[in-house]
Each structure stands twice: as C-alpha cells, then as structure tokens.
C-alpha cells in the first residue's frame, strides 16, 4: 500500500509541478496570423511584419495587429502604472513573428512603411535591420518617444 | 454633379484623342519590348496589342497614351522584376487586356497595376490573374476602374495582397469589377470622395471590403460573400451603404458589417444573409439603419455599450438565433417599427403594429455576451425556461432597449 502511494505521488509529481509553473509563466505567444484578432481595432491580423502584444500580470494574452493599437490600448486601459518588465511586445519589422520587447525596440517611422493602422511606425530589435530600410529624413525613436507620439497623432 | 462633370471631361479627352492621335499595332513578333514601344510613341497614340503572351514586367507609362486589347493579349510578369505596369501620367487608359503572374514580396506591394500620383485614368475590363497587389492607386485623384475582373490566389496571409487598393486618393470611381482571393478585396485608407457601386467582391481571405479613414464615400449595390471576415469600415464619417448584400460570412470574428467607430452614416436597404453576426457596431455614433433586411444570421445585430444614438426603424428581423445583442444593461440606441418574425403579441386595432412592445435581446444573449462559452447552452430546456422568466419579468436585459411599435407585417 505504501508502495502505492509512493508511486503515485512519484507519478503526480512532474504533472503537479508541470501545471504550476506552466500557469506562471508570462510569456508571449506568437501571433496566429488570419485568425487572430486585435484586441484594439479588431480587424483580423495578417501582415506579419506587424504585430504586438500585452501580456498582463495574471497572463492574459492581448493581441494587436499594429503597435499603434497596442499603445492606444495601453493609454486607454492606463496601463503605464501596472505594467511589469516583459509584458508589451512587438513584432520585429525584419523577422517574421520575432516577438521582441517592446521597451527596448528601436522604431522607425517612414512614410514608406505603411503600417495597418496609418501610423507607420515599425519596430526593430537591432539597428542595423532598420537602417536598411530608413530613408534620409526618417526618425529613429525610442518607446518613450513614441507614447505621445500615438497619443497626439491617433 | 461633380460625377456628371467628370464624365463630360472623360467624353472630351475621348474625342481629342480620336482626332490627333496615331494609333501603333504591337505584334509578338516586333523585335522590341513593351516598354521600347512605348518609348517610341507620342503623347495621345495607342497602343494595340495583337494576342499573344508577352513576358515583361516594370513597364513604365509616363507619357499620355492608351494601351488596349483582347483579352487573349497577355502580359505575364513571370513572377520576376517587381510591379507589372505603373502608370505615373495623367489621362493614361488601359482597357481589354490580361496581366498576371506579378512577382510578390514580404516587403514591397508589387501590383498588377500601379498608379503613382496620376488623375484622370482609367483602367476597363482589364484581367488579372494570380495578382499580389491587383490595381495599386496611390495619392491619385479623379479615375475610374472599371468592369476589370481580378483573381488572385491568397493562401498564405504574408503573401496576400489587396485586390483595388486606394491609399489618400479622392475622387475615385469604382464600378462593376470582379474581385476573388485576396486578402482584401477592395481596401480604402485616407481616400474622400469616392464611389464603390456594382462590384462583386468574394472569397477574400480577410475582409470583402476594408474602409479605414475614408470620409464622405459611398459604396452601393454591391455583393460581399464568402469573405474570411466579411466587411470592415472603420474610423470614418459620411458613409452611405446602400443596397449592397453581405451573405455567407461564417467565422468566429466574421461579421456581415463590422463598424468601428462610424459616425453620422447611412446604412439602408441592404440584405444580409447567413452571417455568423449581421452587423456588429463598435464606438459608432449618429446612424441610421433603415429599411434593411437581416434574416438567417446568428446575431442579427451586436452592439457595444460604446455605441451611441443608432436608429433602426423599417427593418425586417426574420428567423435569426439572436436579434440584438448587447453588454450594456443601458441602452443609448433606438429600435422603432422593426418586423421581427419571432413576435409574440397580437394587434388589437389592427393599425399593422403589435400593441406590446418587443424585447430583442434575450436573457441568454447577455449572458453569452459576457461568457462566450456559454453558447454551449444553446436550445436547452434550461435556457429556454430562464428566457421565458425574463421575458415575462425582465430584471437583467436592457429595459429601455425595446421596439414600443414593432410591424405585425414583414416589410416589402
């Protein structure tokens, strides 16, 4: 009997700790592309050169077709206060559905790039992919920069 | 009136090439391309290609001219080189022809056919097979696409490209074009002005036709079906929908209408038609919704509580599984003389209108609309029984949100 018990809790074990911290994860997932939905706007998402994501403390995953909608979704909801390290994201303009951190991405904004909701901001996780795509005028912007940027001209 | 004045000056441009202009007949067999072709003609010939498959992309026209022919006469871009003819001249026609196989890209939107900041064009009854991007206008002003018939091939959504697409123009008149499989359809951004009129738009991965930004324009009389999300229009003011139907949009995020922040627009006489939602309206303000028929969807209409002083009157509601669904317990939207075929009350004086008001929305609705998994309980003795008490006591559904005249008669 105690041989039982010994096995089934050798048994329960991994499967136990499995969904524990399974649960506790917050991570991003990739994007499904065509049947997602931004949680902004609420078109279907398709280009996968766009792309965001919240990730928020409990784990909910919210997902944007463009990284105007997740910073006009971060305004609206006030996220500014609650949001933790590693939950906003975007999609790297070079690198199919490469979800990158969005605090730190580098962001370009070029009238060449047109973005799904109007904005064209892109995101880029290193500087050398988005100088092959940045004309003589176009700015490079950090996330700080690009809040008011949203908020005036969105 | 601006159309009527539009049309005389297309009439007059018309005649003054007549009477000027040469005419050049290109064959298979002259040893020069397109392109080299062109170069060598003046402002106002034409261009006659003879049938046959020309195997040539990045045609530039700079120059006033008209290029036409059968159907037969192919220009096929060999999915090689980039955009298959851009047009970067006022008053350039193409007409008859068939272009297909343009190269696609991750990172350009190569099209068929790409107008650059050019006004008065028009492109007629001209094919287009496996297009990426079918006919690009960008920042063009006063043409017309005519009666042009595009198939693309959309499988992949990276690789899927528009079928018209139109970014800041005005003035642009759309009508009686075929559109099939591409991402989507007829897609507007930043355009004034413009008609979208007797076009079919059908099978399109994404939205049948896609409306961002895009003021005092009105599409009529057309027919989206099949589409991967139906009908999205979005952030906009003073659009007329008229007449058009929207069928056969089934999908979890599919919707007949998807409406995102309209205001002071005009949605009437329309008919949809076995659509997961008929019309979903989110952050819409000043709109009337008359006279249209909405029948054999799953929601007939979903409004969010974001959605303010919409009117439906003179619509029929026949046999949906919900009417109007709504997650608000307020209600800042009117439903006045609508026929809705699941009405239960009787009509006394006879005066054509039922003397109990109609509830639309049931229990069950509201509760699906706060926990979608909840549609598991659809047809269930128990949710029929709690619609029944609600229908009698109501204490959670919108109270105000009621038809007081609802039509004993389905409109004609």
Known sequence: MKKLKNLISYLLLPIVTVLVFSSCARSPKPIEYGKDNCAFCNMTIMDKKWGAEYVSDKGKLYKFDSIECLISFYLKQGLSGSVTENSLWTVDYTNENGLINAENSFYLKSASLKSPMGLNVAS???????????????????WLELLPIVKAGW | MTGIIFKILIVILALQTALFAKTLNYTMKSNRTIQQSIDALDKNDTLVLSDGIYYESLINISKQLIITGSSKAIIDGNNKGGTIITISSDNVAIAGITIRNVMKSAFRDFASIKLNKVSNCRIENVTLINAF?????SECSYSNIIGNKIFGNSRVESMSGNGIHLWHCKGINIFNNYIENQRDGIYFEFVSNSWITNNESAKNLRYGLHFMFSDNCSYNNNKFHSNGAGVAVMYTRNVNMQHNLFYNNWGPASYGLLLKDIRDSKIQHNTFKNNTTGIYAEGSRNIMVSDNFIGMNGWAVKILASSVNITFTRNNFVSNSFNVATNSSQNSNTFIRNYWSDYSGYDLDKNGIGDVPYHPVRLFSYLVSRNEQSIFL?????????????????????????????????IK
């Open chain 1, 124 to 142: 880029f996780g290193s500087l050398n992919d988005l100088k092959k795509f940045q004309n003589n005028e176009d700015k490079v912007i950090s």
């Open chain 2, 133 to 137: 991007f079918g006919i690009y206008l």
């Open chain 2, 378 to 410: 659809l047809h269930s003795f128990f949710i029929d029984l709690l619609d029944l008490a609600e229908k009698v006591f109501p204490s959670i559904t919108p109270v105000a949100l009621i038809d007081k005249e609802p039509l004993m008669k389905q």
